[in-house]
């Protein structure tokens, strides 16, 4: 597997995963909460739920740290001095960018206890009553699409047929 390909399946898959997330929390929140009917004070409810969720996880958090952070992983990919595996870690691209398969122990670590936090955190959102597991799940998919987007846009920028300097790097200002 060539370098460019490995580079963009882990972007690719990254992506996709955000995605697919995304659309699933989307539609299960939107049927709990906007197709079922919000009171006004609800509605106030679901745009600051939203709000705080797009800015603090999907700009502040995501866009902001993550994705330079995935980015960073993703051109150590094809680094000089990389594993004999190297092959290996193409075909786990994906997993190996967000730091969770072959990586230092600190990073290991950090996305594990990142993974561990999102499931306890699915967990005690679904005990949650409705409409406002709802709006969670609103926000947090509007946060996910932000991270989608935001990395997309930055691989696309750094790696695109005619790389400029001036496009290099995806830190966000702010």
């Given at each position: 597997m060539?370098?460019?390909?490995?580079?963009?399946?882990?972007?690719?898959?990254?992506?996709?995963l955000l995605l697919r997330s995304a659309i699933s929390l989307a539609g299960t929140g939107w049927s709990t909460t906007v197709a079922r009917g919000l009171s006004p004070w609800e509605w106030v409810g679901l745009c600051a739920v939203v709000g705080l969720f797009v800015w603090g996880e999907g700009v502040r958090a995501l866009a902001r740290v993550w994705v330079p952070f995935v980015m960073g992983r993703v051109r150590a990919l094809g680094a000089p001095g990389t594993s004999p595996r190297s092959e290996l870690r193409y075909a786990l691209a994906p997993l190996w960018v967000v730091g969770l398969v072959a990586s230092e122990r600190r990073i290991l670590a950090r996305a594990w206890t990142a993974?561990?936090?999102?499931?306890?955190?699915?967990?005690?959102?679904?005990?949650?009553?409705?409409?406002?597991?709802g709006m969670i799940q609103l926000g947090v998919?509007?946060?996910?699409?932000?991270?989608?987007?935001?990395l997309a846009v930055c691989y696309l920028r750094e790696f695109s047929l005619a790389p400029s300097p001036r496009r290099a790097g995806c830190r966000l200002k702010g």
């Open positions: 060539s370098l460019r390909l490995a580079r963009g399946w882990a972007v690719v898959g990254v992506v996709a993974v561990t936090a999102i499931v306890i955190a699915i967990l005690l959102v679904r005990r949650t009553p409705d409409p406002w597991r998919s509007g946060a996910l699409l932000v991270g989608a987007a935001t």
